[in-house]
Structure formats: C-alpha cells, structure tokens
C-alpha cells in the first residue's frame, strides 16, 4: 500500500512592523508573542515562553489539530513574528538551520517550507 502524496506547505513570516498579508479561508494564522511578561527581558529563553514561541511545535499542533478535523483544512501559513525579539531564530528554524528537538521538528520540516519574509 502506498502513502498518498502529500505536498508540502507554504509559509510566510512577517518580521516588519505594520507589514500586513492578505489571509483567506485557505491560510492558517501563527502569532509568535514577546514574553509573557512575568519578570524577564524580551530575548532571554524560559520554559513558558518557549512554549509560546517554538515554531515548530506551533507548526506540528497545527498539522494535528487538522489530523484529528479540529480545525479546518489550509493550504498555506503564515507567521507573524513582529513581536518576536529576534525573528532570525524562527527563519533558522523554518529553514532546517536549527537542531531537531523532537521527532515533531523532522515532521514540520518535511510538511513545510519557508516562501518568504514581509
């Protein structure tokens, strides 16, 4: 039995204040936040805001929420990371330059690829 052929999906980041991407019913939204404000400086890597901010792991629960019809079928994504200190650690990320975490980063990096930054 052979695995259907899936393809790959589109993502877009934006990393400029006041760049706005046009979004449709087709196109599934990520917002990346700063920190969350409990006592640290934009920039420094906690747990709770790694968990906000990591990606891949946004990318793969979209990936399962679809799987498990939670939420409605895209065909694109896009990022805004505009809040986000340094927005070259998620193009890193997107882009396979960062290290694999988890089974779950292999997953996202064969489901999707970065088409470009606004």
């Known amino acids: 039995m052979t695995m259907p052929h899936i393809e790959p999906i ?5 990393t400029a204040p006041g760049q706005l991407v046009p979004l449709d019913a087709d196109t599934a939204l990520i917002r990346l936040p700063a920190n969350s404000g409990h006592g ?3 920039g420094e890597v906690c747990i709770a805001c790694a968990s906000q901010t990591d990606v891949r792991a ?3 629960n979209l990936l399962e929420e679809q799987r498990r019809e939670m939420r409605p079928a895209f065909r694109r994504v896009v990022v805004d990371a505009r809040a986000v200190a340094d927005p070259q650690q998620v193009v890193l990320a997107l882009t396979g330059k960062l ?3 988890a089974l779950r980063d ?3 990096a064969r489901m999707f690829y970065l088409v470009g930054t606004a």
Not at 10 to 14: C, D, F, G
């Open 58 to 60: 946004l990318l793969y």
């Open 106 to 108: 292999h997953s996202v």
């Open 40 to 42: 640290h400086a934009d």
């Open 10 to 14: 589109p993502v877009t980041l934006i």
């Open 99 to 101: 290290p694999a975490q």
